[in-house]
Protein backbone atom coordinates (compact mmCIF):
# COMPACT_ATOMS: atom_id res chain seq x y z
CA UNK A 1 0.00 0.00 0.00
CA UNK A 2 1.27 3.26 -0.84
CA UNK A 3 1.79 5.74 1.84
CA UNK A 4 0.13 9.19 2.47
CA UNK A 5 3.53 11.33 1.46
CA UNK A 6 3.67 8.97 -1.88
CA UNK A 7 -0.25 9.45 -2.66
CA UNK A 8 0.17 13.45 -2.04
CA UNK A 9 3.52 13.47 -4.70
CA UNK A 10 1.01 11.29 -7.15
CA UNK A 11 -1.65 13.80 -6.57
CA UNK A 12 0.06 17.34 -6.81
CA UNK A 13 2.08 15.58 -10.29
CA UNK A 14 -1.50 14.63 -11.94
CA UNK A 15 -2.86 18.20 -11.09
CA UNK A 16 0.81 19.34 -13.20
CA UNK A 17 -0.63 17.84 -16.12
CA UNK A 18 -3.62 19.06 -16.46
CA UNK A 19 -2.56 22.56 -16.29
CA UNK A 20 0.28 21.82 -18.57
CA UNK A 21 -1.78 19.91 -21.33
CA UNK A 22 1.66 18.48 -22.24
CA UNK A 23 2.11 14.35 -21.59
CA UNK A 24 5.65 14.77 -22.77
CA UNK A 25 6.59 17.41 -20.27
CA UNK A 26 4.92 16.02 -17.21
CA UNK A 27 6.52 12.30 -18.05
CA UNK A 28 10.00 14.47 -17.64
CA UNK A 29 8.77 16.20 -14.50
CA UNK A 30 7.71 12.86 -13.17
CA UNK A 31 10.54 11.26 -13.66
CA UNK A 32 12.50 13.85 -11.85
CA UNK A 33 10.09 14.74 -8.92
CA UNK A 34 10.96 10.78 -7.91
CA UNK A 35 14.61 10.29 -8.89
CA UNK A 36 15.18 13.15 -6.29
CA UNK A 37 12.78 11.99 -4.27
CA UNK A 38 14.30 8.18 -3.41
CA UNK A 39 17.88 10.40 -3.15
CA UNK A 40 16.49 13.07 -0.54
CA UNK A 41 14.13 12.52 2.77
CA UNK A 42 10.74 11.78 1.54
CA UNK A 43 9.77 14.83 3.84
CA UNK A 44 11.88 17.18 2.25
CA UNK A 45 10.91 16.79 -1.13
CA UNK A 46 7.31 16.27 -0.06
CA UNK A 47 7.79 20.23 1.17
CA UNK A 48 9.76 20.94 -1.72
CA UNK A 49 7.02 20.12 -4.41
CA UNK A 50 4.27 20.87 -2.78
CA UNK A 51 5.48 24.37 -2.33
CA UNK A 52 6.19 24.11 -6.40
CA UNK A 53 2.06 23.34 -6.46
CA UNK A 54 1.32 26.27 -4.30
CA UNK A 55 3.19 28.94 -5.91
CA UNK A 56 2.01 27.50 -9.39
CA UNK A 57 -1.42 28.11 -8.50
CA UNK A 58 -1.09 31.31 -7.06
CA UNK A 59 1.91 33.17 -9.07
CA UNK A 60 1.51 31.11 -12.50
CA UNK A 61 3.79 28.58 -13.32
CA UNK A 62 6.61 31.00 -14.39
CA UNK A 63 6.83 32.22 -10.94
CA UNK A 64 6.61 28.44 -9.46
CA UNK A 65 9.80 27.54 -12.60
CA UNK A 66 12.13 29.75 -11.23
CA UNK A 67 11.56 29.53 -7.00
CA UNK A 68 11.74 25.66 -7.68
CA UNK A 69 15.59 25.68 -9.91
CA UNK A 70 16.86 29.10 -8.22
CA UNK A 71 16.05 27.47 -4.65
CA UNK A 72 18.30 24.55 -6.02
CA UNK A 73 21.53 23.67 -3.52
CA UNK A 74 23.32 21.65 -6.38
CA UNK A 75 24.91 23.88 -9.29
CA UNK A 76 22.87 24.49 -12.17
CA UNK A 77 23.70 22.83 -15.90
CA UNK A 78 24.06 26.38 -17.36
CA UNK A 79 23.31 24.94 -20.97
CA UNK A 80 19.96 23.14 -19.63
CA UNK A 81 18.70 26.27 -17.75
CA UNK A 82 19.28 28.59 -20.76
CA UNK A 83 17.21 26.50 -22.94
CA UNK A 84 14.66 25.75 -20.09
CA UNK A 85 14.07 29.70 -19.07
CA UNK A 86 14.38 30.56 -22.76
CA UNK A 87 13.17 27.72 -25.44
CA UNK A 88 9.50 26.97 -24.80
CA UNK A 89 7.93 25.16 -28.01
CA UNK A 90 5.38 23.49 -27.01
CA UNK A 91 2.62 25.76 -27.15
CA UNK A 92 0.73 24.60 -24.63
CA UNK A 93 2.81 25.13 -22.08
CA UNK A 94 4.09 28.30 -23.77
CA UNK A 95 0.29 29.78 -23.59
CA UNK A 96 0.02 28.41 -20.18
CA UNK A 97 3.30 30.16 -18.65
CA UNK A 98 2.74 33.46 -20.46
CA UNK A 99 -1.00 33.79 -19.52
CA UNK A 100 -1.49 32.01 -16.10
CA UNK A 101 -2.20 33.69 -13.55
CA UNK A 102 -4.72 35.80 -15.67
CA UNK A 103 -3.94 39.66 -15.78
CA UNK A 104 -6.29 41.00 -13.14
CA UNK A 105 -4.54 38.63 -10.79
CA UNK A 106 -0.96 39.64 -12.24
CA UNK A 107 -1.99 43.29 -11.28
CA UNK A 108 -3.23 42.36 -7.83
CA UNK A 109 -0.06 40.67 -7.51
CA UNK A 110 2.27 44.05 -8.24
CA UNK A 111 0.19 46.08 -6.28
CA UNK A 112 0.63 43.75 -2.88
CA UNK A 113 4.21 42.88 -3.67
CA UNK A 114 5.56 46.65 -2.65
CA UNK A 115 3.70 46.86 -0.10
CA UNK A 116 5.12 43.78 1.51
CA UNK A 117 9.05 44.54 0.35
CA UNK A 118 10.51 47.69 1.17
CA UNK A 119 11.63 49.16 -2.24
CA UNK A 120 14.86 50.73 -0.60
CA UNK A 121 15.91 47.55 1.44
CA UNK A 122 15.17 46.17 -2.32
CA UNK A 123 17.56 48.05 -3.84
CA UNK A 124 20.28 46.88 -1.65
CA UNK A 125 19.17 43.14 -1.61
CA UNK A 126 19.67 43.15 -5.00
CA UNK A 127 22.95 45.83 -5.52
CA UNK A 128 24.95 45.31 -1.95
CA UNK A 129 25.22 41.74 -2.52
CA UNK A 130 29.02 41.73 -3.79
CA UNK A 131 30.97 44.67 -5.56
CA UNK A 132 33.07 41.38 -6.39
CA UNK A 133 30.26 39.29 -7.57
CA UNK A 134 29.41 41.61 -10.06
CA UNK A 135 32.55 42.38 -11.35
CA UNK A 136 33.28 38.97 -12.48
CA UNK A 137 30.52 39.01 -15.38
CA UNK A 138 29.69 42.67 -16.03
CA UNK A 139 32.52 44.45 -18.09
CA UNK A 140 35.87 44.87 -17.04
CA UNK A 141 36.12 48.44 -18.13
CA UNK A 142 33.45 50.08 -16.84
CA UNK A 143 31.25 47.60 -14.95
CA UNK A 144 27.63 48.94 -16.67
CA UNK A 145 24.65 47.19 -15.31
CA UNK A 146 22.77 48.18 -17.91
CA UNK A 147 22.20 47.47 -21.93
CA UNK A 148 24.74 47.59 -23.85
CA UNK A 149 24.98 48.63 -28.10
CA UNK A 150 26.49 45.72 -29.53
CA UNK A 151 26.62 47.09 -33.25
CA UNK A 152 28.08 44.05 -34.67
CA UNK A 153 28.04 40.56 -34.11
CA UNK A 154 31.97 40.82 -33.59
CA UNK A 155 31.43 43.17 -30.48
CA UNK A 156 32.55 41.99 -26.77
CA UNK A 157 30.88 43.33 -24.26
CA UNK A 158 33.56 45.55 -23.20
CA UNK A 159 32.80 47.20 -26.84
CA UNK A 160 29.70 47.14 -27.02
CA UNK A 161 29.61 48.79 -23.33
CA UNK A 162 31.53 51.70 -24.61
CA UNK A 163 29.76 52.30 -27.69
CA UNK A 164 26.83 52.79 -25.26
CA UNK A 165 28.53 54.82 -22.86
CA UNK A 166 29.16 57.33 -26.01
CA UNK A 167 26.03 57.13 -26.80
CA UNK A 168 24.23 58.39 -23.26
CA UNK A 169 27.72 60.82 -22.69
CA UNK A 170 26.11 62.69 -26.64
CA UNK A 171 22.36 62.39 -24.98
CA UNK A 172 23.94 64.19 -21.72
CA UNK A 173 26.21 66.34 -23.65
CA UNK A 174 28.16 67.94 -20.86
CA UNK A 175 29.74 70.99 -20.80
CA UNK A 176 32.24 72.19 -18.53
CA UNK A 177 30.89 74.61 -15.53
CA UNK A 178 27.47 72.78 -15.89
CA UNK A 179 26.05 71.13 -13.07
CA UNK A 180 25.35 67.41 -13.58
CA UNK A 181 23.75 65.33 -11.17
CA UNK A 182 23.06 61.37 -11.84
CA UNK A 183 20.00 59.18 -9.88
CA UNK A 184 21.53 55.77 -9.27
CA UNK A 185 25.21 55.64 -9.98
CA UNK A 186 25.94 52.54 -10.71
CA UNK A 187 29.70 51.79 -9.92
CA UNK A 188 30.48 55.75 -10.78
CA UNK A 189 31.33 54.65 -14.71
CA UNK A 190 29.01 57.63 -16.05
CA UNK A 191 30.36 60.35 -13.81
CA UNK A 192 33.93 59.25 -14.45
CA UNK A 193 33.37 59.66 -18.37
CA UNK A 194 31.66 62.79 -18.18
CA UNK A 195 34.48 64.11 -15.66
CA UNK A 196 37.05 62.94 -18.29
CA UNK A 197 35.00 64.51 -20.99
CA UNK A 198 34.86 68.01 -19.15
CA UNK A 199 37.74 68.17 -16.69
CA UNK A 200 34.64 69.74 -14.01
CA UNK A 201 34.82 67.24 -10.95
CA UNK A 202 33.02 69.76 -8.62
CA UNK A 203 29.81 70.28 -10.62
CA UNK A 204 29.33 67.06 -10.31
CA UNK A 205 27.32 64.52 -7.93
CA UNK A 206 24.99 61.47 -7.62
CA UNK A 207 22.40 60.07 -5.74
CA UNK A 208 22.04 56.27 -4.71
CA UNK A 209 21.00 54.26 -1.95
CA UNK A 210 23.18 51.32 -2.59
CA UNK A 211 25.98 51.58 -0.04
CA UNK A 212 28.29 49.25 -1.57
CA UNK A 213 28.48 51.08 -4.52
CA UNK A 214 28.50 54.35 -2.74
CA UNK A 215 31.78 53.08 -1.13
CA UNK A 216 33.04 51.49 -4.49
CA UNK A 217 32.75 55.02 -6.20
CA UNK A 218 34.17 56.88 -3.06
CA UNK A 219 37.54 54.35 -3.04
CA UNK A 220 37.89 54.63 -7.00
CA UNK A 221 37.14 57.72 -7.99
CA UNK A 222 35.72 60.28 -4.87
CA UNK A 223 33.02 62.28 -6.54
CA UNK A 224 30.40 63.56 -4.56
CA UNK A 225 27.80 60.31 -4.52
CA UNK A 226 25.62 61.26 -1.54
CA UNK A 227 23.01 58.21 -0.13
CA UNK A 228 19.81 59.63 -0.69
CA UNK A 229 16.41 58.33 -1.93
CA UNK A 230 15.80 60.10 -5.67
CA UNK A 231 12.00 59.38 -5.24
CA UNK A 232 11.79 62.04 -1.45
CA UNK A 233 14.43 64.10 -1.82
CA UNK A 234 14.05 67.72 -2.44
CA UNK A 235 15.38 68.97 -5.43
CA UNK A 236 15.85 73.22 -5.61
CA UNK A 237 14.45 74.89 -8.31
CA UNK A 238 16.63 75.33 -11.59
CA UNK A 239 19.25 74.08 -10.22
CA UNK A 240 20.95 71.64 -12.50
CA UNK A 241 21.61 72.03 -16.12
CA UNK A 242 21.20 68.37 -16.68
CA UNK A 243 19.66 65.66 -14.76
CA UNK A 244 20.60 61.96 -15.79
CA UNK A 245 19.34 58.23 -14.98
CA UNK A 246 20.40 54.89 -15.82
CA UNK A 247 18.33 52.15 -14.83
CA UNK A 248 16.69 54.18 -12.03
CA UNK A 249 13.03 54.91 -12.94
CA UNK A 250 12.68 51.25 -12.70
CA UNK A 251 13.03 51.08 -9.17
CA UNK A 252 9.89 54.53 -8.98
CA UNK A 253 7.05 53.31 -7.57
CA UNK A 254 4.24 54.33 -10.12
CA UNK A 255 2.59 56.58 -8.14
CA UNK A 256 5.28 58.30 -7.40
CA UNK A 257 6.57 58.25 -11.24
CA UNK A 258 4.36 61.82 -11.60
CA UNK A 259 5.55 63.82 -8.28
CA UNK A 260 9.57 62.56 -9.54
CA UNK A 261 9.00 63.91 -12.59
CA UNK A 262 7.52 67.22 -11.44
CA UNK A 263 10.01 68.00 -9.21
CA UNK A 264 12.76 67.13 -12.08
CA UNK A 265 11.35 69.25 -14.04
CA UNK A 266 11.65 71.99 -11.62
CA UNK A 267 15.32 71.29 -10.81
CA UNK A 268 16.62 71.54 -13.92
CA UNK A 269 17.25 74.85 -15.51
CA UNK A 270 14.76 76.23 -18.34
CA UNK A 271 17.71 75.51 -20.83
CA UNK A 272 18.94 71.66 -19.35
CA UNK A 273 17.30 68.63 -19.77
CA UNK A 274 16.70 65.38 -18.45
CA UNK A 275 18.16 62.22 -19.96
CA UNK A 276 16.21 58.87 -18.50
CA UNK A 277 16.94 54.94 -19.61
CA UNK A 278 15.05 52.52 -18.42
CA UNK A 279 12.76 49.28 -19.41
CA UNK A 280 9.43 49.83 -19.40
CA UNK A 281 6.34 46.93 -19.87
CA UNK A 282 4.49 46.86 -22.81
CA UNK A 283 1.10 46.15 -21.62
CA UNK A 284 -1.11 47.38 -18.86
CA UNK A 285 -1.05 43.93 -16.72
CA UNK A 286 2.53 42.89 -15.88
CA UNK A 287 3.93 39.92 -17.86
CA UNK A 288 3.61 36.48 -16.01
CA UNK A 289 7.32 35.85 -15.98
CA UNK A 290 7.48 39.53 -14.45
CA UNK A 291 6.14 38.32 -11.18
CA UNK A 292 9.34 36.83 -9.75
CA UNK A 293 11.31 40.28 -10.43
CA UNK A 294 8.81 42.23 -7.85
CA UNK A 295 9.81 39.57 -5.35
CA UNK A 296 12.94 37.87 -5.33
CA UNK A 297 14.92 39.60 -8.00
CA UNK A 298 14.51 43.12 -7.77
CA UNK A 299 12.34 43.41 -4.29
CA UNK A 300 9.50 45.93 -4.58
CA UNK A 301 9.77 46.82 -8.25
CA UNK A 302 6.97 47.87 -10.06
CA UNK A 303 7.27 48.36 -13.61
CA UNK A 304 5.10 50.79 -15.47
CA UNK A 305 4.41 51.48 -19.19
CA UNK A 306 5.97 53.12 -21.70
CA UNK A 307 2.31 54.77 -22.11
CA UNK A 308 2.36 55.39 -18.53
CA UNK A 309 5.91 57.24 -18.86
CA UNK A 310 5.12 59.42 -21.86
CA UNK A 311 1.63 60.66 -20.09
CA UNK A 312 3.82 61.21 -16.82
CA UNK A 313 6.32 63.21 -18.75
CA UNK A 314 3.53 65.30 -20.44
CA UNK A 315 1.44 65.97 -17.63
CA UNK A 316 4.92 67.06 -15.70
CA UNK A 317 5.45 69.68 -18.13
CA UNK A 318 8.74 67.87 -20.23
CA UNK A 319 8.65 67.58 -23.68
CA UNK A 320 10.44 64.32 -25.60
CA UNK A 321 13.35 65.62 -27.56
CA UNK A 322 14.95 62.26 -28.25
CA UNK A 323 13.53 58.74 -28.01
CA UNK A 324 15.37 55.05 -29.04
CA UNK A 325 14.56 51.55 -28.53
CA UNK A 326 17.65 49.48 -27.92
CA UNK A 327 17.95 45.42 -27.65
CA UNK A 328 18.87 44.18 -24.42
CA UNK A 329 19.33 40.49 -25.54
CA UNK A 330 22.25 40.30 -26.34
CA UNK A 331 24.00 41.66 -23.16
CA UNK A 332 21.77 39.28 -21.23
CA UNK A 333 23.46 36.58 -23.26
CA UNK A 334 26.77 38.17 -22.78
CA UNK A 335 26.32 38.13 -18.84
CA UNK A 336 24.91 35.06 -18.36
CA UNK A 337 27.87 33.65 -20.59
CA UNK A 338 30.92 35.32 -18.43
CA UNK A 339 28.98 34.45 -14.95
CA UNK A 340 29.26 30.73 -16.15
CA UNK A 341 32.97 31.02 -17.26
CA UNK A 342 33.59 32.64 -13.47
CA UNK A 343 30.93 29.94 -11.41
CA UNK A 344 33.92 29.10 -9.27
CA UNK A 345 34.63 32.15 -8.04
CA UNK A 346 30.79 33.16 -7.72
CA UNK A 347 30.01 30.40 -5.69
CA UNK A 348 32.87 31.01 -3.03
CA UNK A 349 31.74 34.93 -3.11
CA UNK A 350 28.19 34.79 -2.76
CA UNK A 351 27.10 30.88 -2.45
CA UNK A 352 25.27 28.14 -4.90
CA UNK A 353 21.44 29.71 -4.12
CA UNK A 354 22.50 32.89 -5.44
CA UNK A 355 24.93 32.19 -8.67
CA UNK A 356 21.92 30.10 -9.20
CA UNK A 357 19.26 32.87 -9.07
CA UNK A 358 21.18 35.11 -10.98
CA UNK A 359 21.41 32.10 -13.59
CA UNK A 360 18.12 31.92 -13.82
CA UNK A 361 17.43 35.75 -13.68
CA UNK A 362 19.39 36.63 -16.84
CA UNK A 363 18.09 34.18 -18.67
CA UNK A 364 14.41 34.96 -18.21
CA UNK A 365 14.90 38.14 -18.60
CA UNK A 366 16.36 37.65 -22.19
CA UNK A 367 13.11 35.58 -22.84
CA UNK A 368 10.90 39.10 -21.54
CA UNK A 369 12.30 40.66 -24.14
CA UNK A 370 12.52 38.57 -26.94
CA UNK A 371 8.65 37.89 -26.14
CA UNK A 372 8.79 41.46 -26.18
CA UNK A 373 7.03 41.76 -22.34
CA UNK A 374 9.13 44.34 -21.86
CA UNK A 375 10.78 47.14 -23.99
CA UNK A 376 14.74 49.68 -23.06
CA UNK A 377 14.29 52.94 -24.40
CA UNK A 378 16.11 56.11 -23.43
CA UNK A 379 14.61 59.40 -24.39
CA UNK A 380 15.93 63.04 -23.90
CA UNK A 381 13.18 65.28 -22.06
CA UNK A 382 13.66 69.21 -21.98
CA UNK A 383 10.92 72.00 -20.14
CA UNK A 384 7.94 72.94 -22.09
CA UNK A 385 8.97 76.36 -22.23
CA UNK A 386 12.71 75.46 -23.23
CA UNK A 387 13.78 78.84 -25.13
CA UNK A 388 15.35 76.42 -27.64
CA UNK A 389 14.92 73.45 -29.29
CA UNK A 390 17.61 70.85 -27.95
CA UNK A 391 19.47 69.12 -30.31
CA UNK A 392 21.83 66.42 -29.66
CA UNK A 393 25.62 66.27 -30.87
CA UNK A 394 24.74 62.53 -31.70
CA UNK A 395 22.94 63.51 -34.59
CA UNK A 396 26.49 64.68 -36.13
CA UNK A 397 28.23 61.54 -36.29
CA UNK A 398 27.70 58.32 -38.08
CA UNK A 399 25.34 56.32 -36.23
CA UNK A 400 23.96 53.99 -39.33
CA UNK A 401 24.88 50.87 -37.80
CA UNK A 402 23.19 51.84 -34.48
CA UNK A 403 20.04 50.28 -32.88
CA UNK A 404 18.13 53.63 -33.24
CA UNK A 405 18.83 53.84 -36.82
CA UNK A 406 16.97 50.43 -37.53
CA UNK A 407 14.87 49.85 -34.71
CA UNK A 408 12.99 47.15 -36.39
CA UNK A 409 15.67 44.76 -35.85
CA UNK A 410 15.17 45.12 -32.11
CA UNK A 411 12.29 44.06 -32.36
CA UNK A 412 12.09 40.62 -33.89
CA UNK A 413 12.04 37.51 -31.71
CA UNK A 414 14.90 35.45 -31.74
Not at 135 to 164: H, N, P, W
Not at 308 to 327: C, K, P, W, Y
Request: charged share 20%; glycine share 4%; with cysteine.
Amino acid sequence: MKSKAQLVVEASLFWYFLKSQSLSFCIGFFHRIFAQVLAMNIFSALKRYLLVVVEALLCGPSYARFFYWSRNTRILDPDATWDRFTKLENRYIRGLFRHYPPAPMRQLLTTLYPKFRDRVKGIAYHYDISNDFYRLFLDRDYMLYTCADFLSGQDTIEVAQRQKADFILNLIDPQPGERILELGCGWGCMMKLIYEHTGDRDNLSGYTLSVEQKRFIDEAYGFNVELKDVVTTDYAPASWDKIYSIGCMEHVPKNQLLPLAQKLAAAIKPTGHLVHYFFCQMSAAPPAKMLVGGADVFPGVELATWQQHLDTFEQAGLRVAHHSIHDYRPTLRAWFERLVAHQIEAVELVGVRTYNRYLCYLAEAWRLFNDRDLLLMRFVLTRQDAPKVWVSPLYATDRTKSPVAQPEAVLQPA
